[in-house]
T-cell receptor, first 114, second 110 residues
């Protein structure tokens, strides 16, 4: 297992377009998280899944954002009608259980909305 | 909502000097985790502290959890250029989703 994999690594899109990112967690991990990080800031929680169930969503996650984790494996994060304020690094992380041994983060997808 | 602040925001040291970052929360922390993020990289887990007053060491790194569980610190002895990066503390909260601190960026020069 090579860790948490995210793709694409970079995405440039025009304002108003829809984008989708994918995250493949560590296979033994049952929890998967999405975070957003802007320059100079710490990651901000967006949502998390335990297996296929989405257990919590941040108030940051507007109705333009949707995340899925079919069959409790990989996850997708879709942003509809992108805005310039959506430009950020989108990080995926996974953990086994409650993350006692830490969360493993992927390399992220950097989104630029022009 | 909860605020987790770190000081300093930035520190520049010469190799061999010590470094400390402090993490303070407006509310009682559940468990505290520390992460390191290299420039252009992603957060990498360093350690978790659970108990009030806990102290853990990893080679040149010493982590402390405050007695009241409202603060934590990371101390690096004799910094090296490989220590460059941003250090984040993060509260695991009750639902085990991380609330990250504001981060301390460390620059080390020869």
């Amino acid at each position: 297992d090579t860790g948490v994999s995210q793709n694409p690594r970079h995405k440039i899109t025009k304002r108003g377009q829809n984008v989708t990112f994918r995250c493949d967690p560590i296979s033994e991990h049952n929890r998967l998280y999405w975070y957003r990080q802007t320059l100079g800031q710490g990651p901000e929680f967006l949502t998390y899944f335990q297996n296929e169930a989405q257990l919590e969503k941040s108030r940051l996650l507007s109705d333009r954002f949707s995340a899925e984790r079919p069959k409790g494996s990989f996850s997708t994060l879709e942003i509809q009608r992108t805005e310039q304020g959506d430009s950020a690094m989108y990080l995926c992380a996974s953990s086994f259980g409650t993350g006692l041994y830490g969360y493993t983060f992927g390399s992220g997808t950097r989104l630029t909305v022009v | 909502g909860q605020q987790v602040m770190q000081i300093p925001q930035y520190q520049h040291v010469q190799e061999g000097e010590d470094f400390t970052t402090y993490c303070n929360s407006s509310t009682t922390l559940s468990n505290i985790q520390w992460y390191k993020q290299r420039p252009g990289g992603h957060p990498v887990f360093l350690i978790q502290l659970v108990k009030s007053g806990e102290v853990k060491k990893q080679k040149r790194l010493t982590f402390q959890f405050g007695e009241a569980k409202k603060n934590s610190s990371l101390h690096i002895t004799a910094t090296q250029t490989t220590d460059v990066g941003t250090y984040f503390c993060a509260d695991t909260g009750t639902a085990s989703k991380l609330t990250f601190g504001t981060g301390t960026r460390l620059q080390v020069t020869l």
